[in-house]
C-alpha cells in the first residue's frame, strides 16, 4: 500500500527526507494513525491540493517499488 483516502485527503508513503521537506513547506500534513505516534514515512495531501494527487500518488509507488529491491 503506498496510497489511502483518508477523508477529504490521500495519504501517501514516501521517503523520511521528503515528508519532511513537504511538512516543512507546508503542502503536507503529519500522518498519525491514531496511536499517539506520527509516521515519518507517511504524509497527508491535503484535499486543496488535489490536482496534484496523481503526482504524489506516482511518487509514492515509485518509492514504494524501490523498497521491494
Not at 10 to 19: A, N, S
Not at 37 to 50: A, G, N, Q
Request: charged share 30%; glycine share 4%.
Amino acid at each position: 500500500m503506498f496510497v489511502f483516502l483518508n477523508k477529504e485527503n490521500i495519504t501517501v508513503t514516501l521517503p523520511k527526507e521528503r515528508v519532511t521537506e513537504l511538512l516543512n513547506s507546508r503542502e503536507g500534513l503529519p500522518y498519525e494513525p491514531g496511536n499517539g505516534k506520527t509516521m515519518k514515512e507517511w504524509v497527508i495531501i491535503p484535499l486543496k491540493d488535489s490536482d496534484k494527487w496523481i503526482d504524489y500518488a506516482k511518487e509514492a509507488m515509485k518509492f514504494v517499488l524501490t523498497l521491494a529491491k
